[in-house]
């Protein structure tokens, strides 16, 4: 093995005070964790140790100037008890775009998918065996220099915690047409998964909340004119018995779960559209009685259901959960292959 995991690690586990059957998304964390630091060109001394604190530098560079990036992955138990995971080198590939946009160095395929490994089979304890839950990954880059000045840090730690999770919202959700802020442009680092836009997003998300939504629908910055996302997930609209989502741009984050939803649904016989839907679209199919669904998608979302889009002064309500034939059929059968229950056709299961 690469990695070199010391005995009091294997020691001393928190599990006992895991509930499974009663868990908060992202306030349990697993008892170890992975760090990898690059230093002089190169990524060096890969190691696991236990879940805990890191010392930083008041100057630390990326407290000052974000360069900040995070993934987000989940891992899930078959009918034997064997641990799988669901696309990870998608991550990884999508974690080196957010790299490289944020002037950041790639990580190596070997540090993050053999540490993952050893990761995951040394807190395999931790992977929920409840049916909704899973264990949430959060692979992360941030720099390290020790500098007051802009300029792309020399230095960078990689690190790779989990966490026991069950649904990350509650309910139906209402949402929100954004007619102000704008999360990304054209040109700016929107499809990046950089700490930043998720940070610039949270005043905008928290004047919605205050007027009764849970999240926002980002529009384009040019005229909000155009859906784009929805800050912790891809957004889908079934138009008229056909699955419609804005196409992956540059100022849309490349889901893979979006990705993983498209995929099933055409597999499954439905038309699938990747086109640009407008505000205006919307309202229209919603008064034809053809807006039939809406959701988002998200790795810790999963298949988020939307119950009402607000615009403009205006409630659309959509119709009842369980009268919605295509993400309750697409939801169910992703649910299968991430489990091992249905063929793993697309090479998307990574058994560990
Ligand atoms: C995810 O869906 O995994 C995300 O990273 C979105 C959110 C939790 C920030």
């Not at 792309?152 to 802020?181: D, K, M, N, W």
Request: charged share 20%; net charge negative.
């Amino acid at each position: 093995d690469m990695l070199t995991i010391p005995a009091q690690c294997v020691e001393n586990s928190r599990i006992a005070e895991l509930d499974y059957n009663n868990i908060e998304f992202g306030k349990i964390f697993s008892d170890h964790m992975l760090v990898a630091d690059y230093k002089e060109g190169k990524w060096e001394n890969p190691h696991i140790r236990p879940y805990g604190n890191m010392s930083l530098s008041p100057a630390t560079s990326s407290l000052h100037y974000g360069q900040s990036i995070f993934e987000g992955m989940k891992a899930y138990r078959d009918a034997n008890g064997d641990i799988l995971l669901f696309r990870p080198l998608d991550n990884f590939h999508r974690l080196n775009k957010s790299a490289e946009r944020m002037c950041m160095p790639a990580l190596t395929e070997d540090i993050f998918m053999q540490g993952l490994e050893q990761l995951l089979r040394l807190d395999a304890a931790w992977v929920p065996p409840t049916a909704g839950c899973a264990l949430y990954i959060r692979p992360f880059m941030f720099a390290t220099d020790e500098f007051i000045g802009v300029r792309p840090s020399s230095s960078y730690r990689f690190a790779i915690f989990t966490c026991p999770v069950g649904a990350y919202y509650g309910q139906p959700l209402r949402v929100a047409i954004e007619p102000h802020y704008v999360r990304s442009v054209e040109g700016g680092a929107g499809y990046a998964k950089a700490a930043g836009n998720y940070g610039a997003a949270l005043y905008p998300a928290r004047q919605m909340q205050e007027r009764g939504y849970h999240q926002l629908i980002w529009t384009d910055a040019k005229e909000h004119k155009y859906i784009e996302e929805s800050g912790t997930m891809n957004l889908m609209f079934v138009l008229d018995g056909k699955l419609v989502t804005p196409p992956v741009s540059t100022t849309i984050l490349a889901g893979i779960t979006r990705d993983s939803v498209l995929q099933v649904a055409r597999d499954l016989g439905y038309t699938v559209e990747e086109r640009k839907v407008s505000v205006d679209e919307l309202e229209e199919a919603h008064k034809a009685g053809k807006l039939q669904e809406a959701f988002g998608t998200g790795t810790a979302a999963t298949i988020a259901q939307i119950a009402t889009i607000h615009h403009n002064g205006l409630d659309m309500d959509l119709p009842a959960i369980e009268d919605r034939k295509i993400s309750n059929h697409v939801a169910a059968e992703l649910d299968k292959i991430k489990t091992g229950q249905a063929p793993d056709t697309h090479h998307w299961v990574h058994r560990i």
